[in-house]
């Protein structure tokens, strides 16, 4: 579910020294599922565990999880890292703001949550973002192209280099293309 690094371990366990015996730490996401969602990682005093609270033993602590929490937590990463700019703990969660989908989900859903997690991140950089309307029986996934992509003179390619190659790779045996539906309109909004 979650990966503490040693070096996150480490740094816990330097930390929980100061604290009351019997202090761990907690894992959680605020607003989880929504684009506002935050991860985060705070103390969690022996007063404060809930009989519902996900358990995983470290080496010196323990890493406390709530119910909630728990499947926007899915394949979080905690790592603390030092470097010529001094030390950090950095948190990632790629789930915390689309709860991830099984592996046999239907593919609308496999495929929007590829789009929600990975596509659209990239396309934000632009203040664009797509959205899936509908897959065909044959195969293909339409898609809509908004904020600066809507009207972007890079939106051909960006539909056929990027994003029709990245989900033909991840769906081979169940997409066969990629269609933009978007009726673009170059303005103001759009990225160039």
């Known amino acids: 579910m979650i990966t503490i690094t040693e070096a996150a371990q480490t ?7 100061n604290q009351k015996d019997g202090t761990n730490i907690r894992v959680f996401v605020v607003n989880p599922g929504t684009a506002n969602a935050e991860c985060g990682v705070s103390y969690c005093p ?3 565990i809930e009989s519902t609270d996900i358990v995983l033993p470290y ?9 909630m929490s ?3 937590l899915t394949d979080a990463y905690i790592d603390f890292v030092t470097d010529k700019m001094g030390s950090q703990l950095t948190l990632k969660a790629p789930n915390a703001k689309i709860r991830a989908v099984a592996d046999d989900a239907p593919l609308t859903e496999r495929v929007d949550y590829v789009i929600q997690t990975e596509i659209n991140p990239q396309l934000a950089g632009h203040g664009g973002n797509v959205v899936l309307t509908e897959i065909t029986d044959d195969g293909i996934a339409i898609l809509q192209f908004g904020g600066g992509c809507n009207g972007c003179s890079q939106v051909d390619f960006t539909l056929k280099e990027g994003i029709e190659k990245q989900l033909l790779e991840l769906f081979p045996e169940e997409l066969t293309a990629v269609k933009d539906a978007t009726e673009h309109q170059a303005g103001e909004h759009s990225y160039y």
């Not at 740094?11 to 020294?17: A, R």
């Not at 602590?61 to 709530?66: E, P, Q, S, V």
């Open 11 to 17: 740094h816990f366990v330097k930390l929980l020294s």
């Open 46 to 48: 022996p007063e404060a």
């Open 59 to 67: 080496s010196g602590f323990d890493a406390l999880i709530d119910d």
């Open 70 to 72: 728990k499947p926007f």
